[in-house]
């Protein structure tokens, strides 16, 4: 599936605010905890497209087993811009209503405005 640049800039600027509540998951340990933790009832997973394809197919199938939804989207280098680290394959969020907002732009493309 792919986005527009108007889908991705909006889920980056999410990205950022997520990160700066400090409400990322990222790193392989990290995620794995996420994607189990009962706690936390609204998650989403972004997996960079570039990311490897063990890394890629590890967090569907965890995502998969525990019905949290997920989402191939942009790159590396733009994912960890967006939340001021190096490198990143994938990232959780944990604020539900950042996970609200994230879900709403990647699901219903057609509420976009210009």
Do not use: H, W
């Not at 942009?74 to 967006?82: D, G």
């Not at 539900?96 to 907002?101: A, L």
Request: hydrophobic residues 40%; charged residues 30%; contains cysteine.
């Amino acid at each position: 599936m792919s986005f527009s640049e108007l889908q991705v800039q909006k889920v980056l600027s999410l990205l950022g605010f997520a990160a700066r509540s400090g409400k990322i998951a990222f790193g392989k340990d990290m995620l794995r905890d996420y994607i189990t933790n009962p706690k936390l009832k609204r998650k989403v997973v972004l997996i960079a497209t570039d990311a490897g394809e063990r890394v890629k197919r590890d967090l569907k199938i965890r995502c998969e087993i525990n019905r949290v939804p997920y989402f191939e989207f942009s790159n590396k280098s733009e994912l960890a811009r967006a939340v001021g680290k190096r490198e990143i394959s994938a990232i959780g969020v944990m604020e539900p209503n950042i996970v609200d907002g994230i879900l709403d732009v990647l699901q219903n493309p057609q509420n976009e405005r210009t």
